[in-house]
């Protein structure tokens, strides 16, 4: 039974591990897409200063500037949908935990019924050797 309860263990152990890394890549993906995203601010409001223009509806607004606005909101977008996927792999992770902890929990249970039996026959030994000398006595 230890073997098999050690296994499930390490399982569930690796199970935590996996989805801890799954958050922290999908937080590095959402920072590095909002850190994307603010450099392409940055040129967007270089550009404009250059151009001195800041109207988007303006005719001589500059291209590069719209583009770099669309491919800004394209990063912003993406980084709101992995947000979504953020929440539902920090859900899992947490029931992973959880679920490793009840396998460790239960397994702390076992080991305490199986010490409290072993502490028994070894007190049963001890009282069987005291009736022993006693009747010899």
Known sequence: ?????????????????????????????????????????????????????SDIAHFAYSTFAKAAMARRDNLLASAHGMKDKLEAAQDELAEAVEDLKKVELLDQREHTREAAAEAKIEQAEYDEIGRLRHVRS
């Open 1 to 53: 039974m230890k073997s098999r309860s050690e296994s499930l263990i390490r399982f569930k152990k690796f199970q935590v591990d996996e989805k801890r890394r799954q958050v922290v890549q999908i937080e590095m993906m959402v920072a590095d897409f909002e850190r994307m995203a603010a450099e392409l601010d940055q040129q967007i409001e270089i550009e404009q200063q250059k151009t001195g223009i």
